[in-house]
């Protein structure tokens, strides 16, 4: 078996078997019969060719077949996941998780940290006084068995070749495919071992994908690969078009985060919450209908067994717990500056990705892996999409550690659209099984 010849029929638009991708993907991983110049042009043949959702299987599995697959065996019960493709704001995880494990559900997740103007939940968590991250596999298996939860960093070598993949990629101008984004996000989701996925695909201006078309063949594509591998999946293509929620910004998030679990969040991230909650109860089978398990995910925001287990989680994993039953105790920010409108109308839009990068530019986020976060700053949204707003009008708050934020400024005020037609957006566009 030669790569030339595989490329070859890629490029012309042929089927490949199982073999032909396993040769390419384990030989460009251990480096001795695939280039790097190679694999280039593989990407760029399945770029324009695409593949078929077999093929997209066999991707899958050979990257998740190249390095260490999590057995979670040892842990009793339907253990689920939940993967969000990066939005603005989106802190998700730190309702859903708790919420499912109040409820017996075993949610074992390893997460990433932000890249960009998308934020990550372990930097969210970090900013809890103490939350360790790292934690030995058998630590965390013992965790889940315990408190029926844990949210830790990736400490297996899950998905090497994914990696390294993915860095030929982002140099090639091959990171835009449906086949190679779909089986490199699954083959990490299923290297993690959970037996349900609850997938959030973002759909908007501060999402990967820009349109709901591409958006649901991706979606379509990666629940199709979770059911070819044995797992029960499901897929929300929500809006990310404005900032979910109010708050963006670590401390800000996790704040956010916990007034949902006190049942005051905000309207559009409490229904995404219970909306992923709901089918995953659904999925591990302890409800028999949508209705019923949206009705049990609203039970146990009501009766604060969620926020109890969240309070939980952060014990188990070394962090002050007194935050999370006490949330002035974070560290505020030194400059609260107020953004206000310059006229009467309607919010008729907000960049989420101006608004992201606003709060990476004051220290929130990354633009490269090794910056430092400030987990005090960030943008408090005071008006969303839809709200109408006199002149004068505060838009928006900017929370930050240092007194200059004129860039800070214009990217926040540039980010909102003032009308005359009030828009009623849609969170969950589309949900696929």
Not at 118 to 139: A, V
Request: aromatic fraction near 6%; include cysteine; charged fraction near 25%.
């Amino acid at each position: 078996m030669r790569a030339v010849d595989i490329i070859e029929k890629k490029r012309n638009g042929n089927k490949l078997t199982e073999d032909e991708i396993k040769f390419m993907v384990n030989g460009f991983t251990k480096g001795d019969t695939v280039q790097d110049y190679q694999m280039s042009a593989f990407n760029m043949a399945v770029y324009f060719q695409g593949m078929d959702d077999e093929e997209a299987t066999w991707m899958t599995k050979a990257m998740l077949n190249s390095g260490d697959i999590l057995d979670l065996s040892k842990i009793h019960g339907v253990k689920v996941d939940k993967h969000s493709t990066g939005g603005v704001g989106d802190k998700t995880s730190l309702v859903v998780a708790p919420l499912v494990a109040s409820l017996g559900i075993k949610f074992a997740k390893m997460s990433g940290r932000g890249l960009g103007h998308t934020g990550g939940t372990l930097d969210k968590l970090e900013s809890i006084p103490g939350y360790t991250i790292g934690i030995k596999e058998e630590d965390f298996i013992n965790q889940v068995n315990r408190i029926g939860i844990a949210l830790i960093g990736q400490t297996a070598d899950l998905a090497p070749a994914d990696k390294k993949l993915y860095a030929l990629r982002d140099v090639t101008a091959t990171v835009e495919s449906i086949p190679l984004i779909a089986s490199s996000i699954m083959s990490k989701k299923l290297a993690s071992g959970a037996d349900v996925i609850s997938l959030d695909v973002k759909v908007g201006s501060g999402a990967f994908m820009k349109n709901l078309d591409q958006a649901t063949k991706l979606a379509e594509l990666m629940v199709s690969i979770g059911k070819m591998c044995g797992k029960k999946m499901s897929a929300e293509l929500t809006n990310m078009d404005e900032p979910l929620g109010l708050a963006v910004g670590n401390s800000l998030e996790v704040i956010e985060a916990i007034d949902t679990l006190n049942g005051h969040g905000p309207k559009d991230f409490t229904e995404l919450c219970m909306e992923v909650s709901a089918e995953l109860i659904l999925d591990s089978g302890l409800a028999k209908s949508h209705e019923e398990a949206y009705k049990l995910a609203l039970r146990q925001i009501e009766n604060k067994e969620a926020l109890h287990k969240f309070v939980e989680l952060v014990d188990a994993q070394g962090g002050d717990s007194s935050y999370i039953l006490n949330p002035d105790k974070f560290p505020k920010a030194k400059y609260i500056v107020p953004v206000t409108s310059t006229k009467d109308g309607y919010v008729t839009r907000i960049d989420a990705l101006a608004i992201g990068h606003a709060s990476m530019y004051l220290g929130g986020g990354r633009a490269k892996m090794d910056d430092k976060i400030d987990h005090a700053v960030g943008i408090v949204l005071n008006k969303k999409v839809g709200d109408y707003v006199e002149k004068g009008e505060v838009l928006a708050y900017i929370h930050a550690n240092k007194e200059d934020v004129s860039l800070e400024t214009k990217c926040v005020f540039d980010a909102y659209a003032i009308g005359d037609t009030k828009i009623q957006p849609k969170l969950i566009l589309k949900v696929v099984k």
